[in-house]
């Protein structure tokens, strides 16, 4: 029997509203051949909301997110914000607020290689061969939620690192139950040598580590583990961290997938899941036809799996992807000097591609 879920579609910014179409078009697809009833809705957020409203995330499209069962998000930003710092409304304000007000704690972002991308990396093949890496990063606390500061002569500025027990403990849970369905290893990357943040965030992970004697648990400072995943990441499996670096890790951990168009990620908390590309808006590109839809696809797919338990669907669209780079296809950011022009594609195309090997 299928299932019947409300799905809201966030488009966002930039490259955002090319790639979110065809992760939708995957998902009807799904739909349409196992016999689910998915209902799609649209909201706005981001620079498109602001100046259509003047807010980042309006207060329909927050009611709609609270209403779904689950979101897909494309990106947000634009170059007038980066130009500009003073703005004192910004797209990325609506993000944060849309993490904080549905409860999304958890950021699961899956780094795996694609065996047909290993010479898309700037990196060896032989180090990056049967890389698999689980990142969860803790995503309504650390400095991007804690008080800010500026003085009045604007010379001086602040943001406050703060951690209370309670966000280390339930994302800390999550991680080790996702580490017992993999290889049963966890790394927990701080930087408890300097921050007092990072000393609590090692304490709970260390007592929270005793419920779960079968996982084997390693504490990594930050600088460390960025070196490390580079130079071994095939040592990791699930990679447990807090905000700041867990945004930069994932960022790093990017070019071991050879590029941020072919990432994933999911959003959960204890209701509704939000799922979007790593990427940002991209606006150097944006309107080009030429981003890689690829990320949005696998968002999609990891909906299927972590908001309606559907992983034989999941597993459907990965091997579409899959069948679709072994077909040699590729957008621009994942050709090397092997590819054949007539098989380097833009969006539509790419996305299109994927389809006919879904159905």
């Given at each position: 029997?299928?299932?019947?879920?409300?799905?809201?579609?966030?488009?966002g910014?930039?490259?955002?509203?090319?790639?979110t179409?065809w992760?939708?078009?995957?998902?009807?697809t799904?739909?349409?051949?196992?016999?689910?009833?998915?209902?799609?809705?649209?909201?706005?957020?981001?620079?498109?909301?602001?100046?259509?409203?003047?807010?980042?995330?309006?207060?329909?499209?927050?009611?709609?997110?609270?209403?779904?069962?689950a979101?897909?998000?494309?990106?947000?930003?634009?170059?007038?914000?980066?130009?500009?710092?003073?703005?004192?409304v910004?797209?990325?304000?609506?993000?944060?607020?849309?993490?904080?007000?549905?409860?999304?704690?958890?950021?699961?972002?899956?780094i795996?290689?694609?065996d047909?991308?290993?010479e898309?990396?700037?990196?060896?093949?032989?180090?990056l061969?049967?890389?698999?890496?689980?990142?969860?990063?803790?995503l309504?606390?650390?400095?991007?939620?804690?008080?800010?500061k500026?003085?009045?002569?604007?010379?001086?500025?602040s943001?406050l690192?703060?951690?209370?027990?309670y966000?280390?403990?339930?994302?800390a849970?999550k991680?080790?139950?996702a580490a017992?369905?993999?290889?049963n290893?966890?790394?927990?990357?701080?930087?408890?040598?300097?921050?007092?943040?990072?000393?609590?965030?090692?304490?709970?992970?260390?007592?929270?580590?005793?419920?779960?004697?079968?996982?084997?648990t390693?504490?990594?400072f930050?600088?460390?583990?960025?070196?490390?995943?580079?130079?071994?990441?095939?040592?990791?499996?699930?990679?447990?961290?807090?905000?700041?670096?867990?945004?930069?890790?994932?960022?790093?951990?990017?070019?071991?997938?050879g590029?941020?168009?072919?990432?994933?990620?999911?959003?959960?908390?204890?209701?509704v899941?939000f799922?979007?590309?790593?990427?940002?808006?991209?606006?150097?590109?944006?309107?080009?036809?030429?981003?890689?839809p690829?990320?949005?696809?696998?968002?999609?797919?990891?909906m299927?799996?972590?908001?309606?338990?559907?992983?034989t669907?999941?597993?459907?669209?990965?091997?579409?992807?899959e069948a679709?780079?072994?077909?040699?296809?590729?957008?621009?950011?994942?050709?090397?000097?092997h590819?054949?022009?007539?098989?380097?594609?833009?969006?539509?195309?790419?996305?299109?591609k994927?389809?006919?090997?879904?159905?």
């Amino acid at each position: 029997m299928g299932v019947d879920k409300k799905i809201l579609v966030i488009p966002g910014d930039g490259i955002g509203q090319e790639v979110t179409a065809w992760g939708q078009k995957v998902l009807a697809t799904i739909a349409k051949n196992y016999n689910h009833t998915f209902h799609f809705d649209e909201g706005i957020m981001g620079h498109v909301a602001i100046e259509a409203t003047g807010e980042p995330l309006p207060d329909s499209t927050l009611d709609k997110a609270k209403n779904s069962d689950a979101i897909l998000f494309g990106a947000i930003g634009h170059a007038k914000y980066d130009n500009d710092p003073t703005l004192k409304v910004r797209p990325e304000q609506g993000l944060l607020k849309i993490r904080k007000e549905l409860g999304l704690y958890a950021n699961l972002r899956p780094i795996k290689l694609f065996d047909e991308l290993l010479e898309a990396s700037s990196i060896k093949p032989e180090i990056l061969r049967g890389a698999d890496i689980l990142f969860f990063r803790e995503l309504t606390g650390d400095v991007y939620f804690g008080e800010k500061k500026r003085t009045e002569d604007r010379n001086t500025a602040s943001d406050l690192m703060i951690y209370h027990r309670y966000e280390v403990e339930r994302i800390a849970r999550k991680a080790y139950e996702a580490a017992r369905t993999r290889r049963n290893k966890l790394c927990s990357v701080d930087k408890a040598n300097v921050l007092e943040a990072s000393r609590l965030w090692r304490e709970v992970v260390q007592e929270i580590s005793k419920d779960y004697p079968d996982v084997e648990t390693e504490h990594m400072f930050i600088d460390n583990a960025a070196m490390q995943l580079i130079k071994d990441p095939k040592r990791f499996d699930v990679v447990l961290t807090g905000n700041l670096f867990g945004d930069i890790l994932t960022d790093e951990a990017s070019q071991i997938a050879g590029s941020m168009g072919m990432l994933a990620s999911a959003s959960v908390g204890d209701k509704v899941g939000f799922y979007e590309p790593i990427h940002g808006s991209a606006h150097d590109i944006a309107g080009k036809g030429i981003a890689n839809p690829l990320a949005s696809i696998l968002s999609a797919a990891l909906m299927l799996d972590i908001s309606f338990g559907l992983k034989t669907e999941s597993q459907r669209v990965i091997k579409a992807v899959e069948a679709t780079l072994r077909q040699g296809y590729r957008t621009m950011d994942i050709a090397n000097k092997h590819t054949e022009n007539d098989f380097i594609m833009g969006t539509d195309a790419m996305g299109a591609k994927v389809l006919e090997n879904l159905n």
